[in-house]
Each structure stands twice: as structure tokens, then as C-alpha cells.
């Protein structure tokens, strides 16, 4: 950084803390509407309406990427399944790859994720969750109320 | 000059390719103690340049860039010997909230000071110079104070770092927001270029989405040329980074070769 640049940023602190501020407040309005798919004054309703989405699906096509197997069990129910999930899941800090964790988990979490995928997620991370060891001595005591257990979630 | 943007996918393609002279990796896609990996690393000793290109350093942020993320970018630079590190004039994340894709900040004078000031210490943080790249929205803010040219050749020449110009994501905003090309061009600062990025994308109603899922639409390609007029010889880089179907190879050479053909037609009659 120019020792000029330096200066005048000195001199300018007050006044860019309050533009901080203030920026900070107006971009957090706008993901909120954009995360929560609700109008913001000011702005094209249906501009925004695209914005979030779009946003949503390119969320969804990092599950699909990094859970091929997922994407191909659950067809076109990973749209929707993927959409309930985010009406109440914004996406994470720690971006994307942690967003389709936490989808995973969600599934898990409403016995949702196929038998043939519950093992490898169980065995890579899911075995951090107290509730998926219960999950896992249900599966193998009482595989048929596992079954009725999963129709009455969906 | 030629290059595109490094996938997995696109690993073996651009191995073959012998006039790749540049690749952009994704800072997000490798970890910082990341040696680069044997398919890159084939490329670097073949002479490819690989520059760092990051999306999440939020440099139309309200805070300051994150330490993290700039000893990130540093560390991928030197390990890949880049000599460029390139990001975007854009917001990612606010008051907790990330959105997951870049999106455009109120162009204001306040939000200018606060943008510069940003770029300037990343710029002092980063081991390289640091390239700024317009971004591609299907909506805009209330009551800017400037058009998108203005503020963005504003940045580049109060911060002194190069630009990096993606006719893709001008192409879609001229589409999406109706402005004219020729007038956001002419206000551009050419001697600060540093590459030009071209990408596809598609059209859904009215709007255009610059997905870099699809190919590169001829209104892109005219739009490439007319900046080749300007620049001369341009380095150009074509992003794909999703949809890889099977003969995507045939698609991205047949891309690739109308990009060359059309910066160096335009390299030779800026000589002659």
C-alpha cells in the first residue's frame, strides 16, 4: 500500500467505518432477501426472485458433483428433497463442500438417505452424530420398522 | 496467448492441447499446503503459467480481507510459481450470511472508498500482483451513483492493479441491464489489462445466465473482437467448469481455436 494511500486512509478512518457499517447493514439485507427468496425495497422483486434461484441450484449441483452416487439414487427427488433442505438450511460460512455435508446430514437426520448410501456416509462422517448410532442399531435390530419409519418422514 | 481454466475433468484435454500457454486454477479447489499436483505440475515444466484465480476474498466486502484467505492465494502462488493472483469486484458474504456465488456491490462513491481500500491491502498482502475482474448479474442496486465501467476503471487506476475483463459476464450484463457496449468500452483502462476471460453461457427469457456450462454464444465471440481491436494481442482464457459431456473435447478445442484465431487475426492487422 502507497505510504499516500496510507496517509489518507489514516485520516479517513471515522468516516469508512461508518460506510463499513452501513455497507455491511445494506449487503446483509440483500442476502437475507436473497436466502429467505423474499422482495427488498428498491429492488426488482423478480430480478432478485432469478438471483436466489440461481443461487439455490448452484448449491444443488455441488451435492450432485460431489455426491454422484446421491444425485443418481434419488433422481429428480433430489431437487426437491434438496429444496426443503434449503428453506430452512441458508448456505454454511465454510461454503459449499460443507453445505452438501449438512445435506447429507439432513437426510440421515430425517431417515431419508438410501440404505446403500447410509453406510458410506455413516462410516466417513456420520458416525460423528450420537443419533446415527441409534440410527445404526435400529437398521440392524429392526430393518423393517426402519422401513415404516422412512415412509412416515416423507 | 491462450489459456483455460484447469478442472479435473479438463485435465487430460488440456495435456494434449500443446498451445495452452496459460491455465487459472480455483484457490477454493486446493488446500494451502497444496504442492501442485502431478497433471498441473507436467504443465508448469512445460512452460504453462498458472495464475491463482480466487472467488471468495469478498473484496466488495464491508470488511477488510480476511488474513486467511490472502496467505491462501499467497501460498498457491508461490508453490505454482504464479505471477498474477486474480479475483473479483464482488461481495460473497455478509453479516454471517455467505451467498455461495459473486454478486454485484452498490456502485456509490462510499462503496468505492471502502472497495479501494480493500484491493489495497490485499494488494500489499498478496506476494503478486493482483488482477480485478468484472462479474456477470442479473440484477442491480438502487440508486448507483455511477455506471459499471466508471466505477470499475475508478478501482483500477485508484489501486494500480491490473484488470482482468470477462466479455462473457459484459456481454450479460449489457444484455440483462440494457446498456451499451461500446460506451462501457470506451472507458476502460487497456493498459492495465491483464487477461480476458471468455466463458458460455445460456438465455432464459430475456435474461442471459453466464453459466460456464454451455457454449460460448456468437454475440461473445463479436464481443471478444471488438476488445481485440482495442488490446492487440490479448492474452485470453475460456472457462467451462460445469456439464462435461462426452465430446466435450471436440466442443473446447473447436472453442479454443476460434479464440486464437480471433486474437492473433487481431494481433497480425494491429502489427500491419
Known sequence: MSAEWRAKSKEMEPQLANWRAKLAAQQTALLEALTQQTPLAGFDTERLQVTALSLRQKRLRTVEHAHPCLASSLGLTLTELFNEYAEVHTLPAAGEVTDSLQFMDYLAKCDLLPNHLWRGYFLSFGWKHQRNWWHLMRRITQPAKHQEATESCR | ?272
Request: hydrophobic share 40%.
Open chain 2, 1 to 272: 496467448m491462450l489459456g483455460i481454466g484447469w478442472r479435473p475433468e479438463l485435465a487430460w484435454m488440456i495435456h494434449k492441447r500443446k498451445d495452452i500457454d496459460f491455465i487459472e486454477i480455483l484457490a477454493e479447489d486446493f488446500s494451502s499446503t497444496h504442492k501442485p499436483i502431478e497433471p498441473i505440475k507436467q504443465l508448469i515444466n512445460r512452460g504453462v503459467e498458472v495464475i491463482v484465480h480466487g472467488t471468495t476474498l469478498n473484496l466488495g466486502g464491508s470488511e477488510i480481507p480476511n488474513r486467511e484467505s490472502l496467505a491462501h492465494l499467497n501460498n498457491l502462488a508461490r508453490e505454482h510459481k504464479s505471477a498474477l493472483v486474480s479475483e473479483h469486484l464482488a461481495f460473497v458474504k455478509a453479516g454471517g450470511l455467505n451467498s455461495g456465488h459473486l454478486l454485484p456491490i452498490q456502485r456509490t462513491q462510499e462503496n468505492l472508498e471502502i472497495v479501494v481500500e480493500n484491493i489495497l491491502i490485499a494488494q500489499d498482502a498478496l506476494c503478486v500482483p493482483l488482477a480485478i475482474e468484472n462479474i456477470a448479474t442479473l440484477f442491480e442496486w438502487p440508486d448507483n451513483e455511477m455506471d459499471e465501467a466508471t466505477f470499475l476503471a475508478e478501482v483500477v487506476f485508484r489501486t494500480g492493479v491490473s484488470l482482468l475483463l470477462d466479455v462473457a459476464n459484459l456481454f450479460a450484463n449489457a444484455t440483462n441491464h440494457k446498456f451499451d457496449v461500446e460506451q462501457y468500452l470506451k472507458k476502460l483502462p487497456y493498459e492495465k489489462l491483464a487477461y480476458i476471460h471468455v466463458a458460455g453461457g445460456i438465455f432464459k427469457g430475456p435474461l442471459y445466465h453466464d453459466t460456464h456450462c454451455h457454449s460460448i454464444k456468437n454475440p461473445v465471440l463479436n464481443l471478444l473482437r471488438q476488445v481485440c481491436v482495442r488490446t492487440g494481442s490479448p492474452r485470453v482464457l475460456l472457462e467451462r467448469d460445469g456439464i462435461f459431456p462426452a465430446n466435450l473435447d471436440q466442443e473446447l478445442n473447436h472453442e479454443l481455436d476460434v479464440i486464437k484465431q480471433i486474437a492473433e487475426q487481431k494481433r497480425l492487422s494491429h502489427v500491419s
